[in-house]
């Protein structure tokens, strides 16, 4: 009988409850509420918390693609001096899309790819130059990646809005998760693109032209002509050899298809040819240094494929060896405005390519130096 | 232009209210935490353990609102980076540094060099490192 008096007394004691003190009953079925709502709603907190990030980083993002927006019109309406609005035909610009080739049979999918490549780029060019009619045709070309930046702008933010509102919709932690977990990522780009925009509409260059920059400093002096596609080539004497040194036609925004002007001057000088050197920008890993050089074998060269594949195509018949020196920066330099250790590292770049020539090639060897990138600020 | 846009546009974001009240708590909990202090040397441990956590529970919730409203604030604000154009003349070798102005470009030619008469040309047009990217990286 008094073990049965003493066991509550005893279960109020250890749970914080049996001290007589109101004030510290209530703190301790404070206490234990809290317990029990983190217990079952520590998730769902968890998710708010994130929905609150995810919401902070959509705000910035809409910022930035209507800034992009406002900058693509604003810079239409300065050098195209367009009669009517282009407000409209910017909006129609922005939701343009591409739909790749059909890949369930890959035979033959590079032509396709690079036929509709030609086609979009064609398509946009004349979309522009109708929006501008009164600019150039390297105003076109600045004035196309200024569109294809907040492009990727609106993309962006389309995206991240479809992800936020679809886990908020179905209260899905694991959408949630994964867009928040990857937002630091998607933002930094966005924050590039954003830089981009400026740089393309005023026609500087970006820390993509590193290759075309290497490629116009070697150049610069000597007889320049046109190669097919959009490229210009140059024959430049280069440490006791004949270097064919090609690059995308500036100082519009451009790259060309290095591709087909490698095949072209593979064909031009059959059997001649000692060695194809690429110039790139290429994506440095966290920790590295922004401008240091690398050096490497095979295509140094991004994009959709197209241009590797006619490179690696065109080397093969005569099995002409293909080095690779790339200048090393994240994404976010490579789209903005050209850092001052980029632009420095040009000539850090010049001395590796004279190492390679030197080291793998024969006195009075030809050899073909590719420029790969974006060519906007930087002409020939 | 993204600043002025991003930095008024910030201001309406967070709630004037909701920081009132993270502000209050945070005063709030200080005071608990303090409250608590006095209570140990008073000899309520009891008392002082209640404080203590309710103190530093509130302290890390509102303080971790308040930092994420600085950050918030911090990351919408763009700097603007300055564009410098680099003006060489090949022959005399004389190198001159202005801001960048449309039409510039790489290789461009420009008017005569005071000195040999040759013309000059744009070099390099470049960024110059953000107050945000010389913290990161002293050397740049």
Redesign the interface.
């Known amino acids: 009988m008094m073990n049965m008096l003493v066991q509550p007394s005893i279960l109020n004691n250890q749970l914080g409850l049996g001290s007589g003190d109101p004030i510290l009953t209530i703190i301790s079925l404070l206490s234990y509420l809290f317990i029990f709502v983190f217990i079952f709603y520590g998730q769902r907190i968890q998710m708010y918390v994130m929905i609150r990030e995810v919401e902070s980083s959509l705000f910035k993002l809409k910022l930035l693609k209507e800034e992009g927006r406002k900058t693509a019109i604003e810079t239409i309406n300065e050098i195209g001096k367009p009669t009517a609005d282009p407000s409209s035909k910017v909006d129609r610009y922005l939701e343009y899309f591409t739909i790749a080739p059909q890949n369930m049979d890959p035979s033959g999918i590079v032509h396709k790819l690079d036929h509709i490549l030609d086609v979009r780029d064609e398509r946009l060019k004349e979309e522009v130059k109708l929006m501008a009619p009164a600019s150039d045709e390297v105003q076109v070309y600045n004035l196309e990646n200024t569109l294809e930046a907040a492009m990727a702008l609106n993309f962006i933010y389309k995206v991240v809005r479809h992800y936020y509102l679809q886990g908020k919709k179905t209260l899905s932690l694991y959408t949630i998760m994964q867009l928040q977990m990857i937002l630091p990522l998607v933002m930094k780009e966005a924050e590039a693109y954003s830089s981009a925009l400026k740089a393309f509409a005023y026609g500087q260059p970006i820390g993509d032209g590193v290759g075309p920059l290497i490629a116009a400093r070697l150049m610069h002096g000597h007889e320049v002509r046109k190669v097919p596609k959009d490229c210009v080539v140059a024959t430049v004497p280069f440490e006791n050899r004949t270097a064919l040194v090609t690059k995308a036609e500036g100082p519009g925004g451009n790259v060309g298809k290095p591709g087909d002007a490698v095949k072209a001057l593979i064909e031009e000088n059959r059997g001649k040819i000692s060695a194809v050197i690429m110039i790139d920008a290429g994506l440095k890993l966290e920790g590295e240094a922004l401008g240091e050089i690398a050096e490497g074998i095979g295509a140094a060269i991004g994009g959709p494929g197209v241009d590797q594949y006619k490179i690696e195509e065109a080397i093969m018949e005569d099995k002409i060896p293909l080095y690779a020196v790339i200048v090393k920066e994240d994404i976010g330099d490579a789209v903005s405005m050209m850092r001052k250790e980029i632009s420095n590292a040009a000539e850090k770049a010049i001395e590796r390519v004279k190492d390679v020539v030197k080291e793998r090639t024969k006195e009075g060897d030809q050899i073909i130096i590719v420029g790969v990138g974006n060519t906007i600020g930087v002409g020939q | 232009?993204?600043n002025k846009?991003?930095s008024s546009?910030s201001s309406n974001?967070i709630s004037t209210f909701v920081l009132a009240v993270t502000y209050i708590t945070l005063i709030l909990s200080i005071i608990a935490i303090v409250a608590g202090v006095t209570a140990f040397y008073e000899g309520f441990i009891?008392?002082t353990a209640?404080l203590l956590?309710?103190g530093f529970?509130a302290l890390a919730l509102s303080g971790y609102y308040v930092f994420?409203s600085r950050k918030?604030v911090a990351?919408?604000k763009?700097e603007t980076?300055k564009?410098l154009t680099t003006i060489e003349c090949?022959k005399c070798g004389i190198k001159s540094t202005r801001e960048?102005q449309?039409?510039?470009?790489?290789?461009?030619e420009l008017d005569k060099c005071s000195k040999c008469e040759d013309t000059q040309?744009i070099t390099?047009?470049?960024?110059?490192?953000t107050l945000k990217?010389k913290e990161k990286?002293p050397t740049?």
């Open positions: 232009m993204t846009a991003a546009g974001k009891e008392v209640y956590a309710i529970i994420q918030h990351t919408l763009i980076p564009i090949i960048f449309r039409g510039d470009y790489v290789y461009k040309v390099a047009i470049y960024r110059e490192p990217e990286n740049a």
